[in-house]
């Protein structure tokens, strides 16, 4: 019997609800019940277990999953708690099936996120963040000098986090835009970064997340091409890989 029993966030992932992380969440705030019983974090499910979040029974249709490229605008928050932030992208997109967005792009910034409900591949996508690319046009608000260059691409310590961003590649558009491509997700990065060496952001639009590119208009989604998700699975699963092993060695 044990080898059908799996844990409840796993369960809420792979029918779609949310992802892992967020399921955790759900569980801490007593939102979940299994058989009508609030359970505790790590509690694994029979098949047969009824098991609803804020009394909606969850059940797993195998519906094909949906993946989503979106163009957010400024303004809109990248949060599924639609009870709370009245300016949220579940609610602005309003897709037919429930839906989340991987990871987070700030509420003053614009530019692609990736939408699903397949809970894995968050799962997946999120724990590769240290690996994978993402790429920016930021625009400031003083002429851009080759220092600030240098400095951007060579690594700033952010006291307010206690870390050194990565080195990565910036490179100037004009005297006040600037690209800059990252392989980590720290919380509001490019903003601290440029505000360590005194100059303000004016505009910050993400236009790629690894082999996705931003290509709708501002408020617009499309699904994944067979053929993006196909690269995207093998960078996916080549991070993983790389991931393991160099867990391995520590």
Known sequence: MSEHLKRINK??????????????????????????????????????????????????????????AFNKPVGIVC??????????????????????????LDKPSEGLILLTDDGDIVNKILRASNNHEKEY?????????????????????????????????????????FSIILTQGLNRQIRRMCDYLTYDVQTLKRVRIMNIELDMPVGKYRELTSEEFKELSTLLE?????FKSVKSKS
């Open 79 to 104: 949060t599924t708690d639609t009870r709370v932030e009245k300016d949220n992208i579940i609610d602005f997109i309003n897709y037919p099936k429930r839906i989340f967005p991987i990871g987070r």
């Open 11 to 68: 369960y809420l992932s792979e029918v779609g609800y949310c992802s892992r992380r967020e399921a955790d969440r759900l569980i801490e705030a007593g939102r979940v019940t299994i058989n009508g019983t609030v359970p505790e974090m790590g509690t694994k499910i029979a098949p047969n277990d009824e098991v609803r979040v804020d009394g909606e029974l969850i059940k797993n249709t195998k519906e094909a999953f949906v993946y989503l």
């Open 137 to 177: 046009f930021v625009t400031v608000d003083k002429p851009i000098s080759q220092t600030f260059i240098n400095r951007m691409s060579g690594g700033i310590y952010l006291e307010e986090l206690g870390q050194t961003t990565k080195k990565c590649v910036v490179k100037k558009i004009n005297s006040h835009t």
């Open 238 to 242: 080549d991070s993983h890989k790389t």
